[in-house]
């Protein structure tokens, strides 16, 4: 459904920052800034939501934008991890002789180093990015319109629901937003 402008409204910018998709549905995350309001929408195929503000009531912005790329952590665990179990092995297998037991820890240090490098190429190509807009309001009465995208995979098998944050589009409306509010604000 598309955002309906009244009659001398004027559309001044739309940003489409992220993309969130199911298995039922793709929904557009968009704020869109006119002359006369703040307009915080997620538009889908079968739903939509919306949130607005006169832009005369926005009194204080807040924004927050990171951009990352995922913890090498497992993959500096598994490294470590495969150094101390082939060291392990290796003095095993000078106090013990005649047995081929210390083979068991150096090859668990293969298994472990190859995890290791797996990890760190999964680490180093996925990336993400969140964003997050607060505005406020003060006067004549306290509201607030607030909208955020965060760019994680689900972490369980049963969510499912994928969100895609447009890093480009996303950091101009956080840094354009605040100008935007001021030059349109009446004096």
Not at 37 to 52: D, H, K, P, Y
Not at 81 to 105: D, H, K, M, N, Q
């Amino acid at each position: 459904m598309e955002t309906m402008l009244a009659k001398d409204e004027v559309l001044i910018k739309q940003y489409d920052y992220a993309v969130t998709k199911s298995k039922h549905d793709s929904v557009v995350h968009s704020v869109i800034v006119t002359d006369k309001r703040i307009i915080a929408q997620e538009q889908g195929e079968r739903s939509f939501s919306r949130n607005e503000m006169p832009i005369d009531h926005a009194d204080y912005i807040l924004t927050d934008f990171d951009s990352y790329k995922r913890s090498v952590g497992l993959a500096v665990f598994l490294f470590v991890l495969s150094v101390l179990l082939a060291v392990g092995g290796f003095v095993w297998s000078r106090f013990v002789e005649g047995t081929y037991w210390f083979l068991i820890p150096s090859g668990l240090a293969v298994v472990a180093a190859v995890f290791a490098v797996i990890a760190l190429v999964i680490a180093l190509t996925r990336k993400g990015a969140s964003a997050e807009l607060e505005i406020r309001s003060r006067q004549p009465v306290y509201e607030m319109l607030s909208f955020s995208a965060n760019g994680l995979k689900p972490t369980n098998r049963l969510d499912k629901l994928k969100i895609r944050v447009d890093k480009e589009v996303a950091e101009k409306m956080l840094n354009e937003i605040g100008a935007l509010i001021l030059e349109y604000r009446k004096k």
